[in-house]
């Protein structure tokens, strides 16, 4: 590592810098002292405005005083040299007049120390002193007594400092003595005066103190010490204010009587409060620093218990009470003043009155259940947070009041197993939820590997809602949880019975429905249409399908955003698109309720058609540089698609038939075969709904998936031939054509090349005569790799030639970059390595740019082989693990060229010495063109049979056959897994 590096490094890992006491830095490695009283100096004056730009003169007066040498200038460039190597170039930046520490002033403890300070004075000034206390005593913890020059800037900057830790003490002592639940420490008082006696509110203090402590004849006679210190060391007499605490004393008025506990005004519940620990301490910090929460959710999320907790958890920083308001039975906008004022312990009947009973009160008040009257609260809510300056309103709603001053604060739900163990269950808030609630109603039900997948199933389809989860909970007294989770699934309604349960609680659809009833009209319309969509959904499906009617481009946004601050639709962030989605509960009440409209139909036929326009787009474009996204795109509708897929399969073969020929390339980019074939070969079942012309396509499609997927030559060969069938019927010339060359395909990949050759080459005849571009291109494609694998070099690249010729002219930049990997590939067998190389880097430039992941990871393999060809094995490994890391990443385990991966894995493996692991992967590789119907004679490594006789002369034939034998036993992803582990040290 180079000095810069080593520099750049020891920056990077700097946590803290230390000016307080010992001057020193932290980091990962550990704490430096910073030797030498200059570089301390400079150090210190640097720190002291971290983030700033600091003057040279600064520095030099910082470092030197009145005695600067005439070298003063040099000497601090070479200081500034020396601390950089402890701090790192990057940390210490010159500037145009001087240099600049570039560190969060939060790194430096004097920073830190005056931030605290300053931060508790203010807490104090608002009467906050638990909060104070608190902060005061964080900035004291960091204080040690700067060990300064006592010259120019730094001796100016110790005293001011000294004054700043006098005052932080005085009032750290304030906030000690009134805070409540502390006694007066009386002690430490003592001692305060004893430092500062000059101080008069530390005289204050004790007297205080000692007056709450029944020692009245104790603080009159601190009164009488204090006035004879003033008098006669500073010839002063008493400040008017330690005069009127002495008064006070005297007369002993109620105005100085000692802070009473603040009376706490909040629900109890028989239930247990499970999880959310970061929730309530997140909340708790809103509540202390925020005038306005409002705690926004979904009915039955849990905001209630939250609030009361986070209310709890804040109680000790509000000195004058905690009040509850329960807005839920409240039905008259007129009454919330009344109730508010009722709750508060006053007889106040507006607004305006409470604001001035309350004044400067430093108060919490919950207004709970909100959302039926909105605008009654929210018009309280201003009134009081404007008049009372103290005071502190926290509301739960499942909508926001609206108002400037406002937090909105969105619960989220609980957290979900990540996994199906007891082990992921018993971190997960929601199956601990379901536990406890279970556990009150029987004792039978225990966390184990039979049971845990059960509860994980119902806490996700209950997609973690508190009150469903407590209601499911509460039947494992009559039903087992797989019986719940059958029930859930079916979509039954379960319901609790308990007579202390609020009615909108009875179940989680009371609870949702009492949710939607809430919204305006117009928005509720709006969550009805988007109840049509399975999944997730971008906002121009949002327009696609829900404008219309109330719902216009001008306020479709505005009602949206309505939808998000509920709760009901929750928003994900994917590649710089929004996509929202219906939680599952509220998506199934939703639904419910759409089907129940009279809109129902118009709304499902919009989704539908948009659902097939995306297909179509998608198809349109499968051959574009716009490829990537409009797959991406469909990926995010993959539910919809679907959906829209199945029912379609149902109502209408023909139109299935058409969406699934228009998926093609991207179910092909997917990897999504099995699927894929599953779903055709049900439509094929129903083919006397579907045209002839689509029919054929459908069988071509067939024929594709089962080539594609590395499997059913035959019925590949089949669904070809009937396709050739239709089309001769049609006199269609091009679709038999194109037939053709899946058929070929087929025969090739059950090894008979030459009879592929023949009809490969008689297809691109018939385009040729046909002037038929895009299958010139495929013919030529494949009538150029039937050829090479006969050994027919100039055949094939002639061939290959017309097709390059096409993909120009019909700007098909993927087949472009084919072509050219073909073309490399006979150049290899030639022995000319250069141009094998030139082509197979033009291809891969091509790939690069059109990102396309499956076309990629084939592209690196093809890199890999060139870089065999060139003996250049560590590139050869580069390339090859790039190609592994895309498989493993996609899932393209089943492509074709996955053995010819393996392949050459097993050779570089070899020139590394694994030749174990190699002789493991290619049995791996055998095994898999066998399993997949796939010829032996496919596009594979360079000098493959010669590694294969090598190792089998070295490791005998016994150990060559027992190795070769347990890489045919595994499964495509554990072979590719198993050679990225051991090809993993292949890279530079």
């Not at 939060?106 to 206390?133: I, N, P, Y």
């Not at 199906?420 to 029987?442: G, I, N, Y």
């Not at 039979?450 to 007294?477: D, M, N, V, W, Y």
Request: with cysteine; proline share 4%; aromatic share 4%.
């Amino acid at each position: 590592m180079t000095t810069t590096e080593a520099a750049l490094e020891t920056a990077r890992g700097i946590s803290r810098i230390t000016i307080l006491g010992t001057v020193s830095v932290e980091s990962a490695g550990g704490t430096e002292s910073v030797r030498g009283e200059r570089r301390e100096a400079a150090l210190i004056a640097l720190a002291l405005n971290a983030g700033q730009p600091v003057p040279r003169e600064r520095l030099v007066d910082a470092v030197w005083g009145d005695e600067s040498p005439p070298t003063a200038a040099t000497s601090l460039r070479v200081l500034i040299s020396q601390l950089r190597k402890t701090l790192g170039e990057d940390l210490l930046e010159t500037t145009e007049t001087g240099y600049r520490l570039a560190v969060d002033p939060k790194q430096v403890d004097v920073c830190q120390f005056r931030t605290l300070a300053k931060q508790g004075h203010e807490l104090l000034r608002q009467r906050r002193h638990s909060a104070a206390h608190q902060t005061l005593q964080e900035a004291m913890a960091l204080w040690r007594g700067p060990q300064w020059p006592d010259h120019g800037i730094l001796q100016l900057e110790s005293s001011t400092l000294a004054t700043t830790k006098e005052e932080a003490e005085l009032h750290l002592a304030e906030a000690r003595l009134h805070a409540a639940g502390l006694p007066p420490d009386i002690t430490a008082l003592e001692e305060l005066v004893q430092r500062y006696p000059y101080r008069e509110r530390a005289w204050e203090l004790l007297m205080t103190a000692l007056y709450w402590a029944g020692r009245q004849a104790e603080a009159l006679e601190a009164f009488q010490r204090a006035k004879i210190l003033l008098l006669d060391e500073l010839g002063l007499d008493p400040s008017p204010s330690l005069v009127e605490t002495e008064t006070a004393i005297l007369n002993q008025d109620p105005r100085l009587a000692p802070p009473s506990p603040a009376t706490v005004h909040l629900p109890s519940y028989t239930t247990e409060f499970i999880g959310r620990a970061e929730q309530v301490t997140e909340l708790a910090e809103l509540v202390s620093t925020c005038r306005l929460i409002t705690v926004t959710g979904l009915g039955g999320s849990g905001k209630t218990r939250l609030a009361v907790q986070a209310a709890w958890a804040a109680a000790e920083d509000f000195s004058d009470g905690v009040t509850f308001v329960a807005l839920g039975p409240v039905e008259d906008d007129a009454v919330v003043p009344a109730k508010i004022a009722q709750a508060a312990d006053s007889r106040a009947e507006t607004v305006e009155s409470l604001a001035a009973e309350i004044g400067s009160s430093r108060m919490l008040i919950l207004l709970d259940n909100a959302e039926h009257l909105v605008a009654a609260v929210a018009e309280a809510a201003e009134t009081l947070i404007t008049q009372c300056p103290n005071l502190t309103l926290l509301v739960t709603s499942r909508t926001a009041l609206q108002l400037q001053a406002e937090r909105s604060w969105p619960i989220p739900l609980l957290e979900l197993p990540e996994e199906d163990t007891p082990e992921a269950c018993q971190r997960s808030e929601s199956a601990q939820l379901f536990l406890t609630r279970a556990k009150t109603v029987t004792d039978h039900l225990q966390l184990d590997h039979s049971t845990a997948p059960q509860i994980a199933e119902a806490c996700r389809l209950l997609a973690g809602h508190p009150l469903g989860i407590e209601l499911a909970a509460a039947k494992c007294s009559i039903f087992s949880v797989a019986d719940i989770v059958e029930q859930l699934r079916r979509g039954t309604s379960i319901e609790g019975k308990e007579h202390d349960r609020p009615k909108q609680h009875r179940s989680i659809e009371i609870a949702l429905r009492w949710t939607i009833d809430t919204l305006p009209a117009i928005q509720q319309t709006l969550l009805l249409r988007l109840a049509a969509f399975h999944g997730a959904f971008d906002f121009t499906g949002v327009q696609n399908v829900c404008l219309g009617g109330p719902l216009t481009e001008q306020n479709l946004a505005e009602h949206l955003e309505g939808l998000v601050a509920s709760s009901l639709i929750q928003i994900d962030q994917r590649n710089g698109t929004y996509w929202y989605r219906l939680l599952a509960p509220v998506h199934a009440v939703a639904r419910e309720l759409l089907d129940q409209s009279k809109e129902a139909q118009v709304v499902r036929q919009r989704y539908h058609d948009a659902v097939q326009t995306l297909i179509k787009r998608t198809s349109e474009g499968s051959q574009s540089t716009q490829a990537p996204a409009l797959f991406a795109r469909l990926d995010a509708y993959a539910h919809d698609v679907r959906g829209v897929l199945e029912k379609t399969e149902r109502e209408n073969p023909h139109a299935a038939a058409q969406m699934c020929t228009q998926l093609r390339h991207y179910w092909t980019s997917r990897r999504t075969h099995r699927e894929v074939i599953r779903r055709l070969e049900r439509l094929l079942e129903r083919q006397d709904g579907i045209s002839t012309e689509t029919l054929a396509d459908l069988f071509e499609t067939t024929a594709w998936f089962y080539l594609d997927g590395g499997g059913g030559t035959r019925e590949a060969r089949e669904a070809a031939a009937k396709c050739i069938e239709l089309r001769e019927k049609a006199g269609d010339a091009v679709g038999i054509a194109t037939a053709k060359l899946l058929l070929a395909a087929a025969v090739s990949h059950g090894g008979d090349h030459g009879h592929a050759y023949a009809i490969f080459a008689e297809a691109q005849h018939t385009f040729e005569q046909l002037d038929h571009d895009s299958g010139m291109l495929r013919a030529g494609v494949n009538a150029g790799i039937a050829a090479q694998k006969l050994g027919r070099l100039e055949d094939a690249d002639r061939h290959l030639l017309v097709a390059l010729g096409a993909t120009r002219r019909t700007g098909a930049r993927s087949f472009e970059a084919l072509v050219l990997e073909r073309r490399s590939y006979v150049a290899t067998d030639g022995g000319d390595a250069s141009a094998a190389a030139a082509l197979v880097r033009t291809a891969h430039e091509i790939r690069l740019e059109l990102g396309e992941p499956l076309e990629l990871c084939r592209s690196y393999w093809s890199l890999g082989i060139s870089a065999l060809v060139a003996k250049d094995f560590t590139a050869a490994g580069e390339h090859l693990l790039q190609s592994m890391r895309l498989a493993q990443e996609h899932r393209f385990t089943d492509a074709w060229w996955i053995p010819g991966l393996l392949e050459l894995a097993a050779v570089l493996l070899v020139e590394q010495g694994s030749l174990l692991a190699a002789t493991r992967l290619i049995g791996a590789a055998d095994a898999l063109r066998s399993r997949s119907g796939l010829g032996h004679n496919q596009q594979s490594v360079p000098g493959l049979a010669a590694t294969i006789e090598s190792l089998q002369q070295t490791l005998g034939g016994a150990t060559y056959e027992a190795e070769f034998s347990h890489g045919a036993a595994q499964t495509g992803p554990v072979a590719l897994r198993r050679a990225q582990e051991a090809c993993a040290h292949l890279s530079r």
